[in-house]
């Protein structure tokens, strides 16, 4: 059964670049998509984009600007990088996978909370 | 943006009832609707995608419908590990894909 565990650090400081990495095992990590989601209580459950496992992305053009992905197929792993954060980027986030655009991630892992804060 | 509105935002039942929670997109999403459950400090777990179609291990009292821009989930006999936040989701359209504010579930 595939996993996914978000790891990074809970506290980033305004301005800074948020930098979160979803490890996965137990599954492939070719020929599926890879996601970041994040939840706050005040916008809900957010899509904030996707990685295929060959480097194609798509960002929710809200976030397009600052939103950097990548994946490292040697580590089965994909990683998010979110720059110039604000109090408003405080969120669980939590990292999923899509077999294809046309489903919904039907795997997340556990989320992991990113305060930002000085 | 596909803005999906979930209603009601809260509901109260008893274990046995039978409930629909509804969601309506603000543009066609043809079936690309998803539903998700989630419970306290839990990720989202997928029900039901393609607004009908059960996930491999979902208790067939869940179901789903509607097309287009009105879909539905209904319970069709509350269990005690129903109550719960659900939401709906759409991924017809992936600039971006978006999500329902939920609707809790409530024990009366």
């Known amino acids: 059964q595939v996993q996914l565990q978000e790891s990074g650090p809970g506290l980033v400081k305004p301005s800074e670049t948020l930098s979160l990495t979803c490890t996965v095992s137990?599954?492939?990590?070719?020929?599926?998509?890879w996601t970041w989601i994040r939840q706050t209580p005040g916008k809900g459950l957010e899509w904030i984009g996707f990685?295929?496992?060959?480097?194609?992305?798509r960002y929710n053009p809200s976030l397009n600007s600052r939103v950097t992905m990548s994946v490292d197929r040697t580590k089965n792993q994909f990683s998010l990088k979110l720059s110039s954060v604000t109090a408003a980027d405080t969120a669980v986030y939590y990292c999923?996978?899509?077999?294809?655009?046309?489903?919904?991630?039907?795997?997340w892992g556990q989320g992991t909370l990113v305060t930002v804060s000085s | 943006d596909v803005q999906m509105t979930q209603s009601p935002s809260t509901l109260s039942a008893s274990v046995g009832d039978r409930v629909t929670i509804t969601c309506r997109a603000s543009?066609?999403?043809?079936?690309?609707l998803a539903w998700y459950q989630q419970k306290p400090g839990k990720a989202p777990k997928l029900l039901i995608h393609?607004?009908?179609s059960l996930e491999s291990g979902v208790p067939s009292r869940f179901s789903g419908s509607g097309s287009e821009t009105e879909f539905t989930l209904t319970i069709s006999s509350l269990q005690p590990e129903d109550f719960a936040t659900y939401y709906c989701?759409?991924?017809?359209?992936?600039?971006?894909?978006?999500f329902g504010q939920g609707t809790k579930l409530e024990i009366k």
């Open positions: 999923a996978r899509q077999t294809s655009t046309l489903v919904p991630p039907d795997h």
């Open positions: 137990g599954g492939s990590f070719t020929n599926y998509y």
């Open positions: 990685i295929y496992y060959n480097g194609f992305t």
């Open positions: 543009q066609s999403v043809t079936s690309s």
């Open positions: 393609d607004a009908s």
């Open positions: 989701q759409q991924y017809d359209d992936y600039s971006p894909y978006t």
